[in-house]
C-alpha cells in the first residue's frame, strides 16, 4: 500500500496570504489528522476528520480549518497568513471508527508534511 | 488534560552505548503511550506502544520502553545505539476513550550517536 502523501512537500508564502495544503491517506484509512510542528511549540494537534465530518479540534484560530472529501482525502486551509505560522504541517491517517468511544487502538501513519514558510 | 514532558532537548551518546530517553506524563484517566522517531525532513515513524498489559515493550530495532504507573513514566532505552538512531524521538499519549485520534507529544529528544 502506499502510504500517507502530502502534497505540496515545500511552500513559501508572505503574510497575509492563505495557503491550502492536502493529504491523501492510506487506502481504506478514513480517519485524517493534522498535527503543526514548531521549533517553540512542538508538535500540536489542529483537527481530526472521518467521514467528510470534523469530530476533534485542537486550540487554533479559526483562521486555521479543514475539510475531508467523499475519498478521505483532506486539506487544510490557512487564511492570512502571520509569520508564525511557519511551521513542518504534517497529516495522519488511520483506520480507526466511526465511534469517539472505542478504545480500540488503529495506529496513525504519518506523511512527510508539507513545510510551510511566511515571509 | 493529559501533557507530556521529555526531560531532555538533547542527547548526545557515542556508538555503541547505551542510552536512556526519558518522558514523563500526566494525566488523570489511563491512557495510551508512544514513542515516535521522526529522521530529518521526514514523517513521524511509530517506534512502540504501549496499550495494556506487560509494562514493557519493544520494538523490531533494539529499543524498548517500559510504562511505570506509579512513576508516570515511559522512558526508551536502547543497550546499544548505532549512528543510523540518530533523529529526533517523540513521546505521546492520548486517551483510549473520546479522544479520537488526538495524540499529545511532549516536546522531543534529539539523538545525537556520534563515532
Known amino acids: 500500500k502506499a502510504g500517507v502523501t502530502q502534497t505540496p512537500r515545500y511552500l513559501i508564502k508572505t503574510r497575509g496570504q492563505q495557503v491550502t495544503l492536502s493529504c491523501s491517506p492510506i487506502?481504506?484509512?478514513?480517519?485524517v489528522s493534522w498535527y503543526q510542528q514548531t521549533p517553540g511549540q512542538g508538535l500540536q494537534f489542529l483537527f481530526e476528520?472521518?467521514?467528510?465530518?470534523?469530530?476533534n479540534k485542537g486550540n487554533f484560530p479559526g483562521r486555521f480549518s479543514g475539510r475531508q472529501f467523499s475519498n478521505s482525502r483532506s486539506e487544510m486551509n490557512v487564511s492570512t497568513l502571520e509569520l508564525g505560522d511557519s511551521a513542518l504541517y504534517l497529516c495522519a491517517s488511520s483506520s480507526r471508527g466511526r465511534s469517539l468511544l472505542s478504545s480500540s487502538y488503529n495506529e496513525q501513519f504519518f506523511g512527510p508534511g508539507t513545510r510551510l514558510t511566511v515571509l | 488534560a493529559q501533557s507530556v514532558t521529555q526531560l531532555d532537548s538533547q542527547v548526545p551518546v557515542f556508538e555503541e552505548a547505551p542510552v536512556e530517553l526519558r518522558c514523563n506524563y500526566s494525566?488523570?484517566?489511563?491512557?495510551?503511550l508512544f514513542w515516535y522517531v521522526q529522521y530529518p525532513n521526514q514523517g513521524l515513524q511509530l517506534l512502540l506502544k504501549y496499550l495494556s498489559g506487560s509494562t514493557l515493550v519493544e520494538s523490531i530495532n533494539g529499543f524498548e520502553a517500559e510504562f511505570n504507573k506509579s512513576q508516570t513514566s515511559f522512558h526508551l532505552r536502547k543497550p546499544s545505539v548505532h549512528i543510523s538512531d540518530t533523529a529526533e524521538y517523540f513521546c505521546a499519549v492520548t486517551r483510549p476513550w473520546g479522544q479520537g485520534g488526538k495524540l499529545i507529544f511532549g516536546q522531543g529528544t534529539e539523538l545525537s550517536v556520534k563515532p
Open positions: 476528520y472521518f467521514s467528510e465530518t470534523q469530530r
Open positions: 494525566s488523570s484517566v489511563s491512557v495510551y
Open positions: 487506502s481504506g484509512h478514513r480517519s
